[in-house]
Every structure is written in C-alpha cells, then in structure tokens.
C-alpha cells in the first residue's frame, strides 16, 4: 500500500502488507516428479565428485559434493539423480543444483532420529541447515562469534508479502517449543520477536521481549529494528552478527520444533505468491520444487521478458528460469508483466535530493552514485558511505532520472568485496 503526503512536502510513505485476521490455510502444492536442490558450493570440473549421475538417494539423506565438503543439501524424496550441473546467481555466484527424479518408494534414512532427544547445536547443524525457515546454525557455531542477542522475524520485511505474519498467527506454540528448543542448544541470555504493532493478539513467551514494528516501510528490516528497538548502530560495513545479534525467520524457528518433535526433517516451506495483477497466493511446497509448477497450479501465465522476482518488490532479485526452486529462504516469488517493469535509465543524476531525504541511513545517495558509476568503489566507501546502505531500495524507488541506485549500490558492494579479498590474498 502506498500512501502519498497530500501537499507533497515530504515522500511516498511505503506500508507493508497485513495478514488478513482470518486467514486461510496455505494451497498444497503437489510434489512434482523432478526436484531442484541447490547447493552452495561451486562444482569442480577437475574433481571427482562423491554424487554422480545415476545414484539413487533417499529421503532425508545429506548430499555432499565432495568428500571434503562441509556444505550439504538433504533430498526431500527418494529416486534417482538425473542432472548434476552448475547454477549461476547474482553477481556471478556459482552454486551446483541436482535435479532429482523421484520414485515411488518413498524410502528414507534418518539419522537425525538418533539425536532428536537431546537437542544440540552440532546435531543442528549436522543435519538441520535445510529447513524451510533457514535457521542461520552455522552463526552460533561460528568460534569467532560471540551472539548474545537472537531476534525472530514475525514480521515481513518487504512489501506484499504475508508470510512470516501468517506462521507468527497460526503456529504459537510450535514457535514457543521451537524458542525453548534453541535457547536449551545455545544459551544466548536475550530473545526478542518481531510483531506488527497492530495485531491485536500478538505473540508471549516466557522471557521473550516482544519488539512491535511498524507498519511503515523499511522498519521490519533487521538493522532497522537494530537502531529503534535494541539501540544498537553496527558500523559502516559490519554485519548485524558482528555486533552479536543474530535474525532468524519464525518460520525457521516452527520448522525446527516440527523436526525435534517429530524426530524427522521437514521440507515443508510456505511461501507468498504473487500474481501479476498483485493478488496474493498463500502455498506450501516442498522444498525443492520448481517455480512453474506453482505457477501452473493457479493458472499465472509467464510471457516472454516477463519478471520472476524472488524476494518482494524493493529488496527481491530476478529469477533466470521458470525452473529455479523452492529454496529454504524463500518467503515470496513475484510475476512482474513486461509492460509494468519499472523504467530505469543511464541519464544522468538531476540533483533532486530525493534519494538522500528518503535514506534512512543518511547516505549521500547522490553523490555516492557518482562514483559507482565510474568504478571508484573503494573511494565510494571511503568518502560516501557505500558500506553505510541498508539496501532498502527506497533511493531506487523515488529517483526522478530512474537511475537503478540500489542495483549501483549493491553492485558496488560486492565489488568492493572483491577487491579487498584480491588485496588480502596478494
């Protein structure tokens, strides 16, 4: 929802969207006979992979690339691996995806069993890192982090979607067993939850700190919550991790619940999605399953130079393919026709100061996109703030030369990356 200031002194206030108070339950999504899993390792032509072309898998089992890799993807059905290939995402990232022809027999493995009676974080993270909801295990593993503070998302971070609002109504007490699951594997002393400031029934916990946000876009964003409700500012470049307080969607929360209770992994991932005209579907598709076949179930058509978003309309990245899958971070797929994708340009900057009044970084928006434009990225640090950027895209979103500011900016995120990890390794 947009809502625009009647004499137009200030911006467009941008409102993020409300679950309904009577929501339905989300459409089943039929596992499909071939599913997409990616994995977040590149492949290797010059290695000798430990998962060939041919092997049958069961459901539950941990595929590993190599047999040194400590990333894994879990297969959630038995059959038989038909395609092992290599997958290219933003900014070049290049991860490997199986694509897996299920069979009938619906045999599984599950050593998770074994340890579900005594939760514990290697156990988590041993088997736990695919679950819908992607619960971050690897942040409280890490020996060079010391978290103190874990915030739950029950709010949606960007426009349109429901998601998260959804889980936060529906699933209260799987969230409070999923909460006092990770605090007993953990011992981080502060847990907060994010809920809207006007739902009326809202969530509680024992020694949970319930943190409402606004229905104002970007404050469901995790630095934003950072600054208004826990008084934290991490310093330009530096992760919310960095400053020991760690974000995970509830749905990640729910899904490990279901998994100690059960004593099973889950592949159950809910998700928005929306149609080209902005009605929004509420599905439950397993992990894995491609995007054209939830488009084929209610009928959304996709054309030639139409748009896959994955993500919501101000933060959200292109997909490449109708074949990309669910993945467990995926909370909202959108369809942008052709003829309603945004028209942005190279002209160049006309000095409005519209980027800079709607940041709420404080990003001299402006100028820095000066520099990102002639590739000085370690001087749009230096001097403009770049690592200072929530990556909200409200500077996109009101730019009157519509010059794609926050693709700039992230372009020159990972750009800046790239030359200091050049730097260290020389």
Same mark, same amino acid.
């Given at each position: 929802?947009?809502?625009?200031? %009647?004499?137009k002194?200030?911006?467009p206030?941008? *409102?993020c ?19 997409v ?7 290797d ?6 998962? +060939? ?7 539950g ?29 933003d %900014? ?7 694509i897996?022809?299920?069979d009938? +027999? ?8 074994e /340890? ?7 156990t ?10 992607a619960?971050?295990? @690897? ?9 103190n ?10 426009l ?22 990770l ?9 907060a ?8 029934d809202? /969530? ?5 700190q ?25 310093d ?10 760690? $974000? ?7 899904s ?5 209770a059960?004593?099973e ?16 579907h509420?599905?439950q ?9 939830i $488009? ?5 058509q ?7 978003i994955?993500?919501g309309?101000?933060?959200?990245h292109a997909?490449y ?17 052709r ?17 800079v009044?709607?940041?709420?970084a404080?990003v001299?928006?402006?100028? *820095? ?5 002639a ?12 690592? @200072? ?7 996109s ?5 519509r010059?794609?500011? /926050? ?5 020159g995120k ?9 730097a260290?390794?020389?």
């Amino acid at each position: 929802m947009i809502k625009r200031s %009647f004499i137009k002194l200030t911006g467009p206030r941008l *409102l993020c969207d409300r679950v309904e108070p009577d929501p339905k339950k989300p459409e089943t999504i039929p596992i499909p006979p071939r599913l997409v899993l990616l994995l977040h390792e590149p492949l290797d032509s010059t290695r000798e992979t430990l998962i +060939k072309k041919g092997d049958t898998v069961k459901r539950g089992e941990r595929l590993f690339l190599y047999k040194e890799s400590t990333e894994y993807a879990v297969s959630p059905v038995s059959g038989t691996i038909t395609s092992i290939a290599s997958y290219t995402g933003d %900014f070049g990232t290049i991860a490997t995806y199986f694509i897996v022809e299920r069979d009938e +027999k619906d045999t599984a493995v599950n050593g998770f069993s074994e /340890f579900a009676d005594t939760p514990s974080l290697k156990t988590a993270d041993d088997f736990l890192r695919s679950l819908p909801g992607a619960p971050p295990l @690897s942040h409280f593993t890490d020996p060079d982090r010391k978290i103190n503070t874990l915030v739950i998302e029950g709010t949606d971070s960007d426009l349109m979607s429901t998601t998260r609002q959804y889980l936060l109504k529906t699933a209260k007490d799987e969230i409070s067993q999923g909460i006092h699951i990770l605090r007993q594997m953990t011992g981080i002393p502060k847990i907060a939850i994010t809920v809207p400031e006007d739902a009326g029934d809202g /969530f509680s916990a024992e020694g949970v700190q319930v943190l409402k946000i606004s229905q104002v876009y970007p404050k469901a964003l995790p630095h934003m919550v950072m600054k208004d409700h826990l008084e934290i500012i991490p310093d330009p470049g530096a992760t919310c991790e960095d400053c020991g307080v760690t $974000f995970v969607s509830v749905e990640g929360i729910i899904s490990l619940a279901r998994a100690f209770a059960k004593k099973e992994l889950v592949y159950d991932k809910t998700l928005t999605v929306i149609a080209k005209d902005g009605t929004r579907h509420l599905v439950q598709a397993v992990i894995g399953t491609p995007l054209h076949r939830i $488009f084929k179930q209610f009928n959304l058509q996709t054309n030639e130079k139409d748009r896959i978003i994955i993500g919501g309309p101000m933060t959200g990245h292109a997909a490449y393919t109708l074949y990309h899958p669910v993945t467990p971070d995926m909370d909202t797929v959108q369809i942008q026709d052709r003829e309603q994708i945004p028209y942005v340009s190279d002209y160049p900057c006309i000095n409005c100061g519209k980027c800079v009044r709607v940041c709420p970084a404080n990003v001299p928006v402006n100028l *820095l996109v000066r520099y990102l434009e002639a590739d000085l990225y370690e001087e749009a640090a230096d001097s403009f703030d770049l690592t @200072s950027c929530i990556e909200c895209g409200l500077c996109s979103y009101v730019c009157t030369a519509r010059i794609p500011l /926050f693709q700039y900016i992230r372009l020159g995120k990972h750009q800046l990356i790239e030359l200091e990890t050049e730097a260290t390794n020389e």
